[in-house]
């Protein structure tokens, strides 16, 4: 799913395969998801969907600062759902760890590989 900050934001459901880039979009402080070659689309991702990165992830800490971590593996996961007006998405990395996407340093790439059932958490 898109979060709500993304509802201005031009947007395509993901598919199994596509390989996507961490963005930051126009008109708007959130980051996501981009399919290669679209830098403009935000590409919306199901709960559940596993995604592979090429890379380790690299995410900022509360105070801004980027650390990279050793997991390539996580599962898109939508968090804090009873507040309307805080980000939503994230990723539970392999080890268990919770990643907000839009702390996720722009430009890490990462390719969809499947589409589970939806898990809240």
Do not use: W
Not at 5 to 18: C, F, I, Q, T, Y
Not at 23 to 35: K, L, Q, Y
Not at 44 to 54: D, K, N, Q, S
């Amino acid at each position: 799913m898109c979060d709500y900050s993304l509802k201005h934001v031009a947007s395509r459901p993901a598919k199994v395969e596509d390989v996507l880039v961490t963005s930051g979009f126009s008109n708007t402080i959130s980051r996501g998801f981009a399919p290669v070659g679209e830098p403009d689309t935000a590409c919306c991702v199901l709960p559940g969907t596993e995604i592979a990165f090429t890379r380790p992830v690299v995410a900022r800490d509360e105070q801004g600062v980027y650390h990279q971590t050793d997991q390539t593996l996580a599962r898109f996961r939508q968090i804090n759902l009873e507040n309307l007006y805080r980000h939503h998405d994230a990723l539970e990395l392999a080890d268990g760890r919770i990643v907000m996407l839009h702390d996720l340093e722009p430009g890490q790439t990462a390719t969809l590989r499947s589409v589970s059932s939806p898990c809240l958490i």
